[in-house]
């Protein structure tokens, strides 16, 4: 492990960050000038406040400036900017502070992850907290640091998970109160993962939480025999906090192996759900299986929503989720109620669900011994790319992928087409024919209903996620490289612009001196725009 900090510019002090509290963070959407968090707020909308690009001038903007990364890994970092200093991750783990409205380098911390680190599908990183004047970042070798944010100097170092043993971190941490908090991805290795939260001030473990129950506890009769102990059950993607309840949430990742079902019978739990824990102490107090047993790798880790809205006439404090396994949810986030399930994408694998919101599987599919089509295939309707809510719209808006195809085979048999990618050994697939041309897609969806309400349909398929604004636009991007602007009322394509790579990142918005800007990260590269002047 080697790490070290390059400090390029001095800046006075009062241009810093000045002291980001909880109470900060709880309150983000005050201060729309700053993206406090992944998500921009805790409640994981990535919704701006912003309205100084509006549908009509969009048609304006312009490229500020462009940050080359060295890495050449995957760039899925969302930045924070706070008080006009931005700060992101070069993947695997090297931290910039920016000038957020030149591009120009305030200081980097170049962090090497030991060669023990090992990353299923890339050594990407996608995100810091803050609070404080202390930024913190997982690494891909299952520590977490704390890091000075005016001088990028480490403060703290913990090792949370054993990296020989193939526990990484990819996401961006969460901060609740006093705590960080973060989860263990390495889910499609033999792992039994877990959620910890951290002391802000000395990086000692306050709580952990295991996604996979041990003997004695709760669901560990969901595992046959010893699977329990190799069972996956990751997190790597952001989690989500609601004040009013003191609950977090975190998506929990497919049971390992991702295919094989016959060597952990059971619901597996509590992989594939979200996880509702007590951020003072890490008790569960409740879950939502998604995809019970899951043998098509439908990791459940997407970003949970919180929303305020009226579900069927009435005020509900809600969860809205579009799942991997192309289904779109509407839980109640104090409880778990299950209030509503509805298809966003093609979907085979069930054909609806029970009295108790439980998916009821397609008959003959899960145990088939020859290859049958499943939709939506392994990489899911939608993956771990960040969608948004808007209040002002009342729309959730979800990229994702339609037309996808998959052959199951008992026993672990898994193949996968995208409509890029030739599917493998057509000749064992009768129905081949029911496989249509794969393609990416921004679609609206009424949390009410679960219709669709409008779609924006790509060329190519996407990994970007979404942003809308309280001008009722929405940004996002795709593999074709455009990133664009539509109006989110009604779907229009109002701009767009080839930036060279595919986006895999989710964008956001700031504003300095009274002009607002809008980043991405596409390529290698992160790229930041604003209005003609």
């Known amino acids: 492990m080697r790490f070290r900090t390059l400090l390029l510019l001095c800046v006075a002090g009062s241009a810093w960050s000045q002291n980001v509290t909880f109470d900060r963070l709880l309150n983000a959407r005050k201060e729309p000038q700053n993206w406090l968090t992944y998500s921009g707020a805790i409640d994981g909308e990535r919704y701006s406040p912003l309205t100084q690009i509006t549908p009509a001038n969009v048609k304006n903007l312009e490229l500020q400036w462009v940050w080359q990364a060295h890495s050449m890994e995957k760039f899925e970092t969302t930045a924070l900017v706070v008080d006009g200093i931005m700060y992101t991750v070069e993947a695997p783990n090297n931290v910039y502070a920016l000038d957020s409205v030149t591009g120009r380098i305030f200081w ?104 996979i129950p041990g003997p004695g506890e709760p669901g560990h009769e969901t595992w046959s025999g010893d699977s329990w102990k190799s069972g996956g059950a990751a997190i790597w993607n952001a989690g989500a906090y609601d004040p009013d309840t003191n609950l977090t949430f975190w998506g929990v990742g497919n049971p390992s192996p991702d295919t094989n079902g016959d060597v952990r019978l059971g619901d597996n739990l509590y992989s594939d759900c979200v996880l509702a824990l007590d951020a003072d102490t890490g008790k569960l107090k409740w879950y939502y299986q998604f995809t019970p047993h899951d043998t098509m790798d439908y990791d459940s880790t997407q970003v949970p929503v919180l929303a305020d809205i009226q579900f069927k006439g009435q005020p509900r404090k809600v969860m809205l989720w579009a799942n991997r396994n192309g289904l779109f949810y509407v839980l109640d986030r104090r409880t778990g109620e299950f209030l509503l399930g509805k298809p966003f994408t093609s979907v085979t694998w069930m054909t609806g669900f029970d009295e108790r919101g439980r998916p009821m599987r397609t008959p003959g599919q899960q145990d088939s011994a020859t290859p049958v089509l499943v939709q939506p295939h392994g990489l899911g309707g939608t993956n771990w790319y960040p969608p948004s809510f808007s209040p002002h719209t009342g729309l959730f808006y979800i990229p994702g992928w339609e037309n996808s195809g998959a052959i199951f085979q008992k026993g672990g048999g898994f193949g996968r087409s995208t409509g890029d990618t030739p599917m493998p050994q057509p000749n064992l697939l009768p129905n081949r024919k029911t496989e249509q041309e794969g393609y990416g897609f921004v679609r609206a969806i009424d949390p009410n209903t ?45 701009w767009k612009q080839n930036l060279g790579g595919q986006v895999n990142s989710g964008p956001m918005s700031y504003m300095v001196n009274n002009r607002q800007y809008v980043a991405v990260a596409a390529g290698s590269a992160l790229f930041v725009y604003a209005l003609r002047q």
Do not use: Q
């Open 450 to 494: 679960g219709d669709k309400k409008w779609e924006f349909k790509m060329n190519d398929i996407t990994w970007a996620g979404v942003l809308t604004t309280a001008s009722d636009l929405l940004f996002s991007g795709g593999r074709e490289g455009y990133f664009y602007a539509l109006d989110a009322k009604n779907g229009e394509l109002l």
């Open 108 to 211: 980097n911390l170049n962090y090497t992850p030991s060669a023990d680190a090992r990353a299923c599908c890339g050594r990407v990183n996608r995100g810091l907290a803050i609070l404080g004047d202390t930024l913190f970042m997982g690494t891909l070798d299952a520590h977490v640091l704390a890091i000075d944010a005016k001088t990028g100097k480490i403060v703290w170092n913990s090792t949370v998970g054993v990296a020989a043993d193939r526990y990484v971190i990819t996401h961006a941490p969460l901060i609740v109160k006093d705590k960080v908090i973060v989860g263990m991805a390495g889910g499609d290795g033999p792992i039994r993962s877990y959620i910890v939260a951290l002391d802000t001030k000395t990086g000692k473990e306050v709580w952990r939480f295991y996604t």
